[in-house]
């Protein structure tokens, strides 16, 4: 089953929220407390998507406030070389800053992410900075749920998606969740359902639907897809780490996407991975299920590496390890 997309428009994808600076464990399989030297990456989970689907090919553009420091350039000259439309990246006057997350890999399996997220100037896009002229040359607005937590880029968030449904734009939301970034969890429920409502498609992990809900204990993806379906969802993309993803589609089908073998160095870059191959697959016209593989696929090569935005693939990569054909059956 194919997914369809406006095709007369100068972007594929345009992206908004937040570009930040991931600073990886050079020294891992250790504590972040004996780590002495980090690696500096672009990151931020649009921007990592933004940066994958602008190097398998597609035409990226992206929106979001920048700090007016050598972290804001760095930002904005890698993404630009990488090929994403920077032209909508305004640059923040009032002195805010960047957002660093520094990433601890314990092992493969133990990774956390410590982010220095206070008045980051990400947060304080405003709904003046964000142009319909823009957003209605795009097939995709991609929206990262993080941008939703604070004022005034919660409602830089909202105009960009009024903007696009007027202008016949897809909305794929992808949930993000970040609990630090909210005041509580029946907050971000408030804002993730009415986002979600308004969403073409969206895409998260079983716990970021169990926000979107508000639950405390795991819900059931066939109650989530029943609840979105009611609403302007057609395709509905629930993962489960290594146990793989499935997508459901509103005419009832149901596809998995089992995940691939790799040598797994740290977890955290497969959700940002996943979705920007998940995306350009669909939007090259691929079929459901395949874009499933590509995305998996990504997330897989992706996991392997020290990076999130760096070590996306090319297709060339993606698709020979489809070919191998060597997944992971757990679950
Ligand atoms: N250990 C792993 N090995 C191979 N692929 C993985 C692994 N963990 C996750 N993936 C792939 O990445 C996808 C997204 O991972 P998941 O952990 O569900 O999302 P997120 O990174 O957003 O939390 C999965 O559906 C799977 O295809
Ligand atoms: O999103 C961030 O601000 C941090 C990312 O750049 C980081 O690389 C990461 O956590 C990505 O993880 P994912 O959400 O599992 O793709």
Redesign the pocket.
């Known amino acids: 089953m194919n997914y369809n997309f406006n095709e007369n428009r100068q972007f594929d994808i345009i992206a908004i929220g ?1 570009a ?1 600076i ?1 600073l990886n464990a050079v020294e891992f399989n250790r504590p972040m407390e004996e780590t002495m030297t980090f690696s500096k990456y672009v ?3 649009p ?2 998507i933004a940066i994958g689907s602008s190097k398998l090919g597609l035409k990226a553009g992206f929106i979001g406030k920048l700090a007016d420091d050598q972290h804001g350039r760095f930002i904005e000259q890698y993404m630009s070389k990488v090929g994403i439309d920077t032209s909508n990246m305004v640059v923040d006057k009032e002195g805010h800053k960047t ?1 660093l ?1 520094f ?1 601890e890999i314990k092992s493969p399996e133990e990774c956390s ?1 410590l ?1 220095y997220r206070q008045d980051v100037a990400d947060l304080y896009l405003d709904q003046s900075e964000v142009h319909e002229e823009y957003i209605k040359k795009s097939k995709v607005l991609l929206v990262s749920g ?1 941008a939703l937590s604070k004022s005034p880029s919660r409602e830089a968030v909202l105009k960009s998606i009024s903007l696009a449904k007027k202008n016949d734009v897809k909305v794929i939301f992808e949930l ?1 969740y ?1 609990p630090y970034s909210w005041n509580s969890s029946e907050e971000t429920a408030v804002y993730y359902s009415l986002v979600a409502e308004q969403s073409d498609v969206v895409i998260g992990t079983r716990e970021e639907f169990d926000a979107l809900e508000n639950r405390t204990t795991e819900g059931k993806n066939e109650d989530t897809v029943n609840y979105l379906f009611k609403h302007s969802a057609d395709l509905v993309v629930i993962k489960h780490g290594v146990e793989g993803s499935y997508a459901y589609a509103k005419s009832g089908e149901v596809f998995r996407g089992l995940a691939y073998k790799t040598k797994v160095l740290k ?8 979705a920007s191959a998940f995306l350009f697959a669909l939007i090259r016209g691929k079929d459901i299920e395949t874009a499933l593989k590509y995305g998996s696929a990504s997330a897989s090569i992706v996991v392997s590496k020290h ?3 760096d070590a996306m693939p090319s297709v060339e990569e993606i698709e020979g390890l489809i070919e191998k054909n060597e997944t992971i059956s757990v679950g």
């Open positions: 937040r930040c991931d990151g931020g989970s921007a990592n957002g997350a990433t992410i982010m993080t993000d970040r977890t955290f870059g497969a959700g940002d991975s996943y990076s999130s935005s």
